[in-house]
């Protein structure tokens, strides 16, 4: 029984080959630390999830090849060409153009994705990708995270909910990919709320979803607050519990992109059970077959 559609299926039935992800650095940063809206970033961020991501520098076909080293042994010749860290739109159009477009052209990429903000996609940058999006596929992958003001407000998201459904509105408009990001576990949440985030992802018109479990880091101001005892992270248990509902509540062909993180990050502090992605993984996939899982289920409710 296939439980869910996962990002592989999708890729196999658009390529029709085996495609793998190149993290890139594009060298950006991000209006929540650079002072245009906060200085701290988002509470749980240690640097703009580009922990693998290689850095582009001068030379976009340098950097391909390098990451194209860590990824060896894979047997890809096509790749997606996926710029992971901090805001990937939050620079002058100019550089975004020249950076994507040798990007996209690029022989071995079959397509490009982007993380970036709602906020950080003007009409400029929303033309420039469309522009894109006609030569390769395009994606965005947006951190929504929640849906909640109040978690909102906490995580230092900076923009409101509306902001969210106006880009994605836009970028479908643009025919681009949209993949949400959400976090499971985040403080004071409850699995009814993470589920109804899920939800709305699901009915938001975004093709893709990356579920995520809260990852507290060293370094982080989330640290400091799970030291002083202010929350707790959750159980491998309660995490596929949690899993199992938001994957029944999205629509069938909503492509899952992630089901956990991306297991061991050297600056972890809790939940130290999530380093072992392998492990993870199985439970997860126990746990499917044991409660016959099947995405969409609850779509409709
Ligand atoms: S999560 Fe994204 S928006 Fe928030 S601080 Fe990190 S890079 Fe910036």
């Not at 894979?74 to 805001?87: C, L, R, V």
């Not at 950076?99 to 009409?123: F, K, M, N, W």
């Not at 978690?151 to 409101?160: D, G, K, L, N, P």
């Not at 062909?253 to 502090?269: F, P």
Request: charged share 25%.
């Amino acid at each position: 029984m296939t439980h869910y559609r996962s990002l592989n299926a999708m890729l196999r039935e658009t390529f029709g080959e085996k495609v793998y992800k190149l993290a890139l650095d594009g060298g950006f940063t991000c209006p929540t630390r650079d002072g245009t809206l906060d200085t701290r970033g988002c509470v749980f961020c240690a640097g703009g999830s580009g922990d693998f991501s290689t850095p582009v520098g001068d030379s976009v076909p340098e950097a391909i090849e390098r990451a194209k080293a860590v990824v060896a042994g894979k047997g890809a010749e096509k790749y997606i060409a996926y710029y992971q860290s901090y805001t990937g739109t939050y620079a002058p159009v100019e550089r975004l153009r020249r950076l994507y477009q040798e990007t996209i052209l690029h022989p071995d990429v079959a397509a490009l994705s982007v993380a970036t903000r709602p906020d950080c996609l003007g009409e400029e940058k929303l033309a420039l990708l469309a522009e894109l999006n006609r030569i390769k596929p395009v994606w965005i992958e947006l951190g929504l995270q929640t849906i909640h003001p109040d978690t909102a407000r906490y995580i230092r998201r900076s923009y409101e909910l509306p902001a969210f459904d106006e880009a994605v509105e836009k970028l479908r408009g643009a025919g681009i990919g949209v993949i949400v990001h959400m976090i499971l576990g985040l403080p004071g949440e409850t699995p009814d709320m993470m589920e109804q985030t899920a939800r709305y992802i699901g009915r938001s018109g975004a093709e893709g979803i990356k579920l995520q479990l809260l990852h507290v880091l060293e370094g982080t101001d989330l640290a400091a607050d799970y030291r002083a005892g202010l929350f707790e992270t959750m159980t491998l248990e309660a995490y596929i519990a949690v899993l199992e509902r938001c994957i029944e509540a999205i629509p069938a062909e909503m492509t899952v992109h992630r089901l956990t993180g991306d297991g061991a990050k050297r600056n972890l502090i809790a939940p130290l059970w999530s380093a072992d992605k392998k492990h993870v993984l199985n439970e997860i996939s126990r746990a499917f077959d044991r409660d016959m899982v099947r995405q969409g289920r609850h779509a409709r409710d």
